[in-house]
């Protein structure tokens, strides 16, 4: 495979600009110039595929050209992973810049990468102040209520924003409700690997890459959740509008894997698995030229939600909690934070 280099980059783009003269009122000059805030954890593999010479369709519409490297010291794995990617991101044409500022300087669309969802916020900020259309990965953040926080600042700085896992653009999970062999949706037993970081609330960390797949099939509705935790699995049971029933199993010991088993009026089917990082990233792209996200600020915030109301129920020794119980503390503390 080969990757474009500085002085391809910018022909590429050169020549696309002059053909499609258009401007973000419409549709955004093409290759949109993308920057990342954050090189620790999906970067590489994503750039290695943005930037492909050879990229058609969706993908041959945008380019990473700069980067910040970010990190965080006090998760090993950040450090790890962030020492091995600059310089081959730097190879792949990318300039690598010393500041978000001088990021936004020099790109039209901020991809925030960053693991640590607790940085997300302050990274963010800046990118709203200028008005640049951001895809935020997941988890969106490291509290509820900095999720809650930051579409707020979407909002107030009319700037599209989404998050996702890339589980949600599964083919097989995004069409399964199409199946005639289901019938009419009842509920999901959605599985996934459920490693933990103890700086982030349980299922932000890998979880969500269980929980996301979950909504993407169930929807929003969940009114309440109960959680069973040991030390090698999590259990989270969802009760959802109408009386569907759409749980979540956490894996940390045994065999690990990603699928879901789906209940319908007609059948029980299996549901979608992990396609790779592409068609999460083609979302991306099409959220870039329209404006239009693929994910509603409803949704992912039923999503967090959903795990925050799980960490609680833990910490009431498997007690339902409802959804709405911690958005409102949620609410509360963004907007006291705002306020102060």
């Known amino acids: ?35 990342i805030i954050g090189l ?19 993908l041959a519409d945008m380019v990473v050209v700069a980067a910040y490297p970010g990190g965080s010291p006090d998760i090993p794995h950040s450090v790890e992973l ?52 951001v895809f935020i990965d997941k988890p969106i953040a ?38 005639p062999k289901l019938g009419e949706l009842i509920g999901c037993e959605q599985h996934a690997p459920c490693s933990l970081e103890p700086h982030h609330p349980d299922f932000f960390w890998y979880g969500i890459h269980g929980v996301e797949p979950l909504f993407t099939i169930m929807g929003t509705g969940c009114v309440s959740v109960t959680r069973i935790h040991t030390e090698g699995s999590d259990m989270a049971v969802g009760v959802w509008e109408g009386g569907r029933i759409g749980s979540f199993r956490g894996i940390r010991d045994g065999r690990r894997g990603y699928g ?43 999503i967090f939600a959903f795990m925050e109301a799980a960490d609680e129920s833990k910490r009431q020794g498997g007690r339902p909690v409802t959804l709405e119980s911690v958005m409102q503390k949620a609410r509360e503390a963004a907007r006291s934070a705002s306020d102060g």
Do not use: Q
């Open 1 to 35: 495979m080969r990757f474009r280099s500085v002085s391809a980059v910018f022909a590429a783009w050169f020549l696309a600009s002059a053909v499609c003269a258009i401007t973000w009122a419409g549709e955004p000059s093409l290759p949109l110039k993308a920057g």
């Open 40 to 58: 620790d954890a999906h970067a590489l593999p994503w750039t290695k595929i943005i930037n492909d010479s050879e990229a058609t369709g969706e």
């Open 82 to 133: 962030l020492a091995g990617r600059i310089e081959p991101i730097r190879e792949m044409g990318v300039e690598i810049v010393d500041s978000i500022d001088e990021l936004l300087k020099k790109v039209d669309v901020v991809m925030v990468l960053s693991i640590d969802g607790r940085k997300h916020l302050e990274e963010a900020k800046p990118v709203f102040a200028a008005g640049k259309p």
């Open 142 to 179: 490291g509290t509820l209520a900095d999720a809650v926080e930051i579409f707020r600042l979407a909002k107030e700085h009319n700037v599209p924003c989404f998050t996702s896992s890339s589980l949600r653009f599964a083919k097989r999970t995004i069409d399964i409700r199409e199946d």
């Open 260 to 302: 879901s088993t789906v209940f319908g009026t007609k059948g029980i089917v299996p549901g979608g698995s992990f396609d790779g990082y592409e068609p999460l990233i083609v979302e991306i792209v099409k959220f870039f030229k329209t404006g239009k996200p693929p994910v509603s600020e409803k949704e992912t915030l039923e």
